[in-house]
């Protein structure tokens, strides 16, 4: 396996498990992978 792959997979890994803690902790998820002039949010996350 690429290293360039390993690095996507660990990526989805770790933005899966930052999901189900934000999750857990009453917030939800309104978007993922957000992209802007400036760069890339991966999750944005409001209260419930």
């Known amino acids: 396996m690429a290293k ?3 690095a996507r ?3 989805l890994i770790g933005e ?3 999901e189900r803690y934000l ?3 009453g917030l ?3 978007e993922r992978n957000w992209r802007c002039d400036e ?3 991966d999750l944005i ?4």
């Open 16 to 18: 899966a498990i930052a």
């Open 4 to 6: 360039n792959e390993q």
């Open 28 to 30: 939800a998820v309104i």
């Open 23 to 25: 999750n857990d902790t």
């Open 39 to 41: 760069g890339e949010i």
């Open 45 to 48: 996350a409001r209260d419930t």
């Open 9 to 11: 997979i660990v990526g």
